[in-house]
């Protein structure tokens, strides 16, 4: 079964500490692939997207991503945490074109 | 460019009553819309699909008696919750497909009903 999965429920840094957020998928081929994040109340901001090429993909706010095949994933990182990174981040996996999954998210608390 | 929008951004209605929500692409044509549902602290989860012109597809699960689906046009897709519930309270998300099949997403609206 297509699934994405974000195993961290919650993850906590301190402000300028480096970030990884974890995301796996399952699927037979290469889905397009996406990272975006949610501040509460609100909709949601795109970060980054991969659809084929480099497999480093740099996004807004100095957040990048990785697609790593072999491993199935796309895990977001970003060099140094800023307070107003303090937000929900979701990955999601879109099959067949249009059709879109979002993993469970990650609630990322930025300490002072 | 690529902004969605959403109308209202959140209403209070009472149970028993119905209420439209309504998604706009301002910018592009989308000839397909998505309507999601997030509760508090979860993820959101994929409600309908709607073509313009045709039946909204629905997942399972979602009561398409309930949540009544329009896509009249290109850059509107409307979305009615009929006889509301308390437990129908949720956050409302649309999106809308733009090129390379790349979503853009409106703000959501809240929906609580009393």
């Known amino acids: 079964a297509q699934s994405v999965t974000q195993p961290d429920i919650h993850i906590t840094v301190s402000e300028g500490a480096s970030l990884e957020l974890r995301c796996n998928y399952s699927y037979g081929a290469t889905p397009y692939l996406f990272w975006y994040v949610q501040s509460p109340g609100q909709g949601l901001q795109l970060l980054l997207k991969y659809f084929s090429g480099d497999t480093l993909v740099q996004g807004i706010k100095g957040f990048e991503a990785e697609f790593k095949r072999s491993q199935s994933s796309f895990n977001l990182r970003k060099p140094s945490v800023h307070w107003s990174d303090a937000a929900e981040y979701f990955c999601a996996v879109m099959y067949n074109n249009n059709d879109m999954r979002f993993g469970a998210g990650t609630r990322l608390t930025v300490k002072p | 460019g690529a902004v969605v929008s959403q109308h209202p951004s959140w209403v209070i209605c009472k149970s028993g009553t119905s209420v439209k929500i309504e998604c706009r692409s301002l910018?592009?044509?989308?000839?397909?819309m998505f309507w999601y549902r997030q509760f508090p602290k979860q993820s959101l989860m994929l409600m309908a699909t709607s073509n313009e012109g045709s039946k909204a597809t629905y997942e399972q699960g979602v009561e398409k008696d309930k949540f009544l689906i329009n896509h009249a046009s290109l850059t509107l897709s409307t979305l009615t919750v009929t006889s509301a519930h308390p437990e129908d309270s949720s956050f409302y998300i649309c999106?809308?497909?733009?090129?390379?099949?790349?979503?853009?997403f409106g703000p959501g609206t809240r929906l609580t009903v009393t």
């Open positions: 999106s809308a497909t733009g090129q390379e099949y790349e979503q853009y």
């Open positions: 910018d592009f044509q989308a000839t397909t």
